[in-house]
T-cell receptor, first 114, second 111 residues
Framework: GAGVSQTPSNKVTEKGKYVELRCDPI?????LYWYRQSLGQGPEFLIY????????DSGLPNDRFFAVRPEGSVSTLKIQRTERGDSAVYLC????????????FGPGTRLLVL | DAKTTQPPSMDCAEGRAANLPCNHS???????VYWYRQIHSQGPQYIIH???NNETNEMASLIITEDRKSSTLILPHATLRDTAVYYC????????????FGGGTRLMVKP
């Protein structure tokens, strides 16, 4: 079956611009996670959704970062006033939900802020 | 979640078994050991997980010591396509429990 998909695969933007990154989880998965991976590092947790609600947003670095999942499926990570330090690979993962917690990752979106 | 310690890099000859160690001496009774790998420019790929019994699937085997303070991921016949960073992660299996990635082990499979 289809895995987690993310669009765009690459995004180049200028400092100060607004960007949106999209994640389509595996069909039927109620839990969705966003991670960020800087060059040479392991992924770092940003936010977790259970259904439509953000159950844990403790990993968001500051208030320029925001994510939504209005219908409990597709999620959008939004970054305002981008900075060069935001350049990273943004990864999305989904899992079936309570009880079966293996997370399956998408290919990521490579964001470059010039 | 407990922390894990892995060697930063390892080499393995193609066709031979790759044995990747992981120390997790502070693991709690309700924490699982998960292994993921990340091939260059791809998202992390789930490999296997276990609680206390050894586990095997089509990708690998996971051997967990009796005291659960360490584990070994075994790729029985490594191929060049197994070259990747392998992450050992300890976590509770609750809803919403994020994965905490360390530095991982960079496995290089050589012809």
């Amino acid at each position: 079956g289809a895995g987690v998909s993310q669009t765009p695969s690459n995004k180049v933007t200028e400092k100060g611009k607004y960007v949106e990154l999209r994640c389509d989880p595996i069909s039927g998965h109620t839990a969705l996670y966003w991670y960020r991976q800087s060059l040479g590092q392991g992924p770092e947790f940003l936010i977790y959704f259970q259904g439509t609600g953000a159950a844990d947003d403790s990993g968001l670095p500051n208030d320029r970062f925001f994510a939504v999942r209005p219908e409990g499926s597709v999620s959008t990570l939004k970054i305002q006033r981008t900075e060069r330090g935001d350049s990273a690979v943004y990864l999305c993962a989904s899992s079936l939900g309570a009880g079966a917690e293996t997370q399956y990752f998408g290919p990521g979106t490579r964001l470059l802020v010039l | 979640d407990a922390k894990t310690t892995q060697p930063p890099s390892m080499d393995c000859a193609e066709g031979r078994a790759a044995n990747l160690p992981c120390n997790h001496s502070t693991i709690s009774g309700n924490e699982y050991v998960y292994w993921y790998r990340q091939i260059h420019s791809q998202g992390p790929q789930y490999i296997i997980h276990g609680l206390k019994n050894n586990e095997t699937n089509e990708m690998a085997s996971l051997i967990i010591t009796e005291d659960r303070k360490s584990s070994t991921l075994i790729l029985p016949h490594a191929t060049l396509r197994d070259t990747a960073v392998y992450y050992c992660i300890v976590r509770r299996n609750n809803a919403g429990n994020m994965l905490t990635f360390g530095g991982g082990t960079r496995l290089m499979v050589k012809p």
